[in-house]
């Protein structure tokens, strides 16, 4: 056994190499504070020693800081995804913080009263909403973590034989609400699937209600019932027109309120405080169990990421078919990788810093999978006061 003179010698010749090693990584790096507010560097989790240590080592009382110092890397990031925002630290600087922020949405007057037609709202803001997941399986392929995107609901349809299919998913914003897309809840979908009767959260594998890793064992999924549906009134009014899918977002309530924990978080919300500007070629991430190209579902839980396409491209791109709108915006075009049949409703997220944000709805495309022929997203941002003057506060 080490003398415990020895063993200092060896970890301030760690921390030496640690700082050397992060301060080469962070030459060329975006800046960024982590989670205590300190200033880091954005780069590769690889090129990290400092919180990569934290996951070699399996310090799971670290985990939750290395979750929550994960940055977007920019446009000009290199290195393997994700990135983090890289300093010396390893944890919080104060372990018993309160870390629940929440916005709420002012009346006309500013008072915080609800005004004419509004109501106050709590939208749940980081790092309560968009929970990040750092472990060694999602580096690489195309299955998504079972702690990854953990908003992420499927809808169930009744069919007229009495079986219970999903078609759709949608994302949690809250304990009782999530958000999809209008043709996910009411149209044909009705006629050619069956009507919308409830909820799974906390799911991965449509084929196991078990839900484990390597590490560890989750318990089952939940169903929820539903309470109500919300559906974009000017979505309602425009069906004639219902080929360019304009404002397809719906919200649906539930029948009781989900409980948060470390298996069921929401996402968050592109509020003011939360936006960034999106520029062409910027990579989003999608998810579902749809359509994979080799069968009509996919078993698990999987995502992607996509290039956001320039609008004005995009609308050349359907000019004969439909005309894309300034609430919707186009991803993809990428050979085989897309979101496709099965997966609308669900979400296309943005990493903003330390959590996930949802920046579009899958709403239609034609074909999946095809090279310069993006799919088409419901824009979530500009629908930010319609989803708050229309959930219940209670």
């Known amino acids: 056994m080490l003398r415990p003179v020895f063993r200092i010698q060896i970890c301030l010749l760690a921390s030496a190499l640690v700082i050397s090693s992060n301060q080469a990584a962070a030459k060329t790096a975006a800046n960024c504070l982590n989670p205590n507010q300190n200033a880091g560097h954005c780069i590769s989790i690889y090129d990290c020693n400092s919180l990569s240590f934290v996951l070699r080592k399996h310090l799971s009382a670290q985990y939750r800081f290395v979750r929550l110092s994960q940055c977007d890397g920019g446009a000009d990031a290199s290195g393997k995804f994700p990135f983090v925002c890289c300093n010396n630290d390893t944890d919080f600087r104060d372990p018993n913080a309160d870390w629940q922020q929440r916005i709420i949405f002012p009346g006309p007057d500013n008072s915080g009263r609800p005004g004419p037609g509004r109501r106050n709202v709590a939208l749940i803001e980081p790092p309560r909403c ?13 299955e998504a973590e079972i702690t990854e995107f953990t908003w992420m609901v ?4 009744k069919t007229v034989a ?34 919308l009767v409830s909820l799974r959260v906390r799911d991965h594998d449509i084929e196991s209600p078990q839900i484990c890793n390597q590490k560890e064992c989750w318990p089952p999924y939940q169903r ?37 924990n470390d298996y069921i978080e929401p996402v968050c ?11 062409k070629g910027q990579l989003l991430t999608v998810a579902g169990w749809g359509h994979t190209g080799l069968s009509k579902h996919s078993r698990t839980k999987r995502k992607t990421r996509l290039p956001l396409y320039d609008m004005e491209e995009c609308r050349h791109v359907y000019q004969k ?6 609430e919707q915006f186009c991803a993809g075009g990428v ?60």
């Open 335 to 394: 050979h085989n990788q897309d979101a496709c049949y099965g997966d609308s409703g669900g979400p296309l997220m943005r990493l903003n810093s330390t959590s996930w944000v949802i920046e579009g709805i899958v709403s239609f495309g034609r074909s999946c999978g095809l090279e310069n022929r993006p799919g088409i997203y419901t824009r979530v941002r500009n629908y930010v006061d319609w989803i708050a003057e229309h959930m219940d506060p209670w």
């Open 269 to 279: 919300l592109p509020t003011a405080s939360l936006q960034q500007e999106l520029k």
């Open 162 to 195: 009495n079986t219970f299919v999903s078609e759709c998913a949608g994302s949690l914003i809250n304990e009782r609400y999530v958000l999809t897309a209008a043709h996910c809840v009411i149209g044909p979908i009705e006629e050619k699937i069956g009507k």
């Open 154 to 157: 499927k809808l169930e349809y």
């Open 130 to 142: 968009g929970a990040l997941t750092i472990s060694n399986k999602i580096f690489g392929g195309e």
């Open 224 to 260: 929820f019932g539903i309470e109500s549906v919300v559906v974009h009134e000017r979505y309602l009014a425009d069906q004639h027109l219902r080929i360019n899918e304009h404002n397809d977002i719906a919200l649906i309530r539930m029948d009781r309120s989900v409980e948060f």
């Open 321 to 326: 078919f439909l005309y894309v709108a300034d």
